[in-house]
């Protein structure tokens, strides 16, 4: 479940917890939408990473097929703007 609204999953706090208890560390978290590249390049650009995970897909059976685009465009939309940022500040190609 989300809130479509801000885009933001609303189990999302827990699962980022569970992470910091499997890494042993504080996981620095950014509340931005990955639809909006302009605000995924600003991250990429007043920080270095040493890993990046994405939380940005929508994971409800039940909903992607009432909503089959909105998941497409969030699930497959977010995941380029993230690798073209990546690819961008990290490959030297």
């Not at 990473?49 to 994405?54: K, P």
């Amino acid at each position: 479940m989300y809130d479509e609204k801000n885009n933001v999953r609303i189990v999302f706090v827990v699962c980022l917890q569970r992470v910091e208890q499997i890494v042993g560390c504080k996981i620095t978290y950014y509340k931005v939408d990955c639809l909006d590249l302009e605000s995924l390049r600003d991250v990429f650009k007043k920080h270095s990473f040493y890993a990046i995970i994405n939380f940005a897909a929508l994971k409800s059976v039940g909903e992607s097929i009432q909503k089959p685009v909105l998941y497409y465009k969030n699930n497959v939309g977010a995941l380029l703007n993230l690798l073209t940022v990546i690819f961008f500040f990290f490959c030297n190609y």
